[in-house]
């Protein structure tokens, strides 16, 4: 079984320009999160959706980051526009719906010059 | 208060010995409760779950849960220089579905 994927791995861009993370969860895995981590520290939620709706988006800072998960399968996360505070991991991470078990992928790592 | 704290780092032990990692949470209501294994430059990876009072055995790893105390660990018998990594608590408050909180982690070395 493949597990979740992400898209790029890697992504190093100048302030003020906007930047996409892509997710794709485990197959017939309903919901999917979107967590930041930076060095050092745990990983925190930014939003998570079940299906295509997004049931906590709290910690998600919507002046400048979005999210959509369009057919409840892949999402994708954008920033715009980015800011040096912004450097850090994005991990996506998914599970069944009314599962506590979450699985991550491999994350991408973000640099912000 | 942090809702999720775990012992400072670094932690360093020798092979073969037992490693022994603390975690506190602050919410009661907290349902279950998660030890992740993440090596430099990857993801998390779930090596625990525990849900109720009590010991939990697998393998080298054993977790224990104590709701009253509001106290979860983890213990690594026979570590071996492949569990140098950070290990993160997780604790979910949900009664159905998941919204982790983490802790900072804390980061173990086995010395060979």
């Known amino acids: 079984e493949a597990g979740v994927v992400q898209s790029p791995r890697y992504k190093i861009i100048e302030k003020k320009q906007p930047v996409a993370f892509w997710c794709n969860p485990i197959s017939g895995h309903n919901t999917l999160y979107w967590y930041l981590q930076n060095l050092g520290q745990g990983p925190e939620l930014l939003i998570r959706y079940e299906n295509e709706e997004a049931v906590d988006d709290s910690q998600l800072p919507k002046d400048r980051f979005s999210a959509e998960r369009l057919k409840g399968v892949d999402s994708t996360l954008k920033i715009q526009p980015a800011e040096l505070g912004d450097s850090a991991v994005y991990l996506c991470?998914?599970?069944?719906?009314?599962?506590?078990?979450?699985?991550f992928g491999p994350g991408t790592r973000l640099t912000v010059l | 208060q942090k809702e999720v704290e775990q012992n400072s780092g670094p932690l360093s032990v020798p092979e073969g010995a037992i490693a022994s990692l603390n975690c506190t949470y602050s919410?009661?209501?907290?349902?279950?409760f998660f030890w992740y294994r993440q090596y430099s430059g990857k993801s998390p990876e779930l090596i625990m779950s525990i849900y109720s009072n009590g010991d939990k055995e697998d393998g080298r790893f054993t977790a224990q849960l104590n709701k009253a105390s509001q106290y979860v660990s983890l213990l690594i018998r026979d570590s071996q220089p492949s569990d140098s990594a950070t290990y993160l608590c997780a604790v979910n408050k949900e009664t159905s579905g998941s919204r982790l909180t983490f802790g900072e982690g804390t980061q173990l070395t086995v010395n060979p």
């Open positions: 991470a998914s599970s069944q719906i009314g599962a506590d078990t979450q699985y």
């Open positions: 919410d009661r209501v907290s349902q279950s």
